[in-house]
């Protein structure tokens, strides 16, 4: 065996039909954060380092393939026989190639990159022709149980209808991921027979084939169980949000942002916050966005995509930014809407007001310069520029530029009509 570990194809196991779900939509286009299961899976697939990405698709597969679009190449499987039948749909994308080919599901979305890199460093190290990653259940029906031998060593992997009461109770459980030897795999792929209780070409025979020809196996506990969960239903897709919630707010934690009540807060993946910045409960960060230091979210924020935060900035409650960069030391303070805009140093933005930068057909940019000071239920007509230095008077309907050092009033003249109401 050659160890090519440069050379990595991953295969996404695509196909299944995911009734559970109860929806019209495939399983595997399901959203968490703002992402397809499948996209995510490719994502991890492509931070591994993968030369090609393949994934196996089935049923629905239209749907999948408008999300993944020429990202991956395409191997179909009409048939839904099993895991290793799956496989052989793939194989000519694996012929005549060496290195690792990685097993991964579309329905699997979380896995840490590190966990497959350390999985593939073991068996590219280790030169084991197939390595899987395994976990420790307390409850581990359902799932496929690790047979070792007295050494230690993976013998076979056997799935729970065909297991007997005494492998039932083997606590260490196999995950489905994979990383082997390509042309091992493909040697042994033939090999498997559906000889067992669902009439499937199970993929976990290859490992007691290539014991059986003296190839070594090996496995990888994982150490975070929740990395492997799958989701085969709306409560299970709940909960992997939640896990990867948890886990993008302890990372951000961890990197000096204080989250008040990280129960509440949403922050999407590739969001960027600064040391020292606070967020405060109910707000949702999406993805694509960058806040600097020392200022404080919300509470009751959503900061949604193409957002750039200087530091020093106050974004207060019920405050929704779209595509919209704010200079340092500028307060938006509550009840604002601003989408498509350009704010610039030491403004503040006053309570009430909007951008209105959506015409019918067209997005439009709202350009408001550096200590400027904007009144409350400002309506900024877009495309619209406020120079420095200026000022807003409260209830105006801005719809033409304002110069610099100006104070600009836009609204009707008040009348009292006396005894109107006898």
């Given at each position: ?121 073991k068996s590219v190290t280790g ?13 581990p029906t359902g799932y496929g ?278």
């Open positions: 065996m050659e160890n090519e570990e440069e050379n990595i194809i991953t295969l996404i196991m695509a196909a299944g039909k995911g009734t559970r779900m109860k929806s019209k939509k495939s399983k595997l286009v399901q959203k968490i954060y703002g992402k397809e299961l499948v996209k995510r899976v490719v994502e991890l697939a492509e931070k591994i380092g993968s030369s090609e990405i393949i994934a196996v698709v089935g049923y629905l597969r239209e749907q999948v393939e408008a999300v993944l679009e020429n990202r991956v190449k395409y191997a179909y499987q009409e048939e839904l026989l099993g895991t290793g039948h799956a496989v052989m749909q793939a194989e000519r994308y694996l012929k005549d190639k060496k290195g690792k080919a990685v097993i991964l599901y579309g329905d699997v979305p979380i896995i840490r990159p590190e966990t497959l890199k350390n999985l593939i460093n030169k084991e022709y197939a390595t899987v990653l395994t976990a420790i259940y307390e409850n149980r690790i047979i070792r031998d007295e050494g230690g060593s993976i013998k076979e992997i056997v799935e729970e209808k065909d297991a007997t009461p005494e492998q039932k109770q083997i606590k260490e459980i196999n995950s489905g991921i994979y990383c082997f030897d390509i042309e091992a795999l493909l040697d042994a792929i033939h090999k498997i027979t559906p000889n067992n209780a669902q009439g499937e070409y199970y993929l976990t025979d290859v490992i007691r084939i290539m014991n059986e020809q003296g190839l070594k196996t090996g496995a990888m506990i994982v150490e975070d169980n929740t990395e492997i969960l799958g989701v085969n239903d709306r409560s299970q897709l709940e909960l992997l949000t939640k896990v990867l919630r948890n886990r993008i707010n302890n990372l951000h934690m961890r990197n000096g942002v204080t989250i008040e009540d990280s129960s509440t807060t949403y922050i999407y993946d590739d969001v960027v916050i600064g040391m020292d910045t606070v967020i405060h409960p109910n707000t949702t960060i999406k993805g694509d966005v960058v806040i600097g230091e020392n200022c404080e979210i919300g509470p009751n924020a959503y900061v949604r995509e193409g957002c750039r935060i200087a530091d020093n900035v106050k974004i207060g409650n019920f405050v929704e930014l779209k595509k919209t960069i704010i200079d340092s030391g500028t307060k938006v303070p509550h009840f604002i809407y601003l989408g498509d805009c350009e704010v610039g140093k030491n403004t503040n933005i006053g309570c009430g007001t909007i951008t209105c930068n959506y015409d019918g057909i067209n997005k439009n940019k709202t350009l408001i310069g550096d200590n400027c000071f904007v009144g409350s239920n400002v309506n900024f007509v877009a495309p619209v520029k406020i120079g420095n230095n200026s000022k807003i008077g409260a209830g105006s309907t801005i719809t033409e530029d304002v110069p610099e050092n100006s104070l600009a009033i836009a609204r009707q003249r008040q009348i009292n009509k006396e005894n109107y109401n006898k």
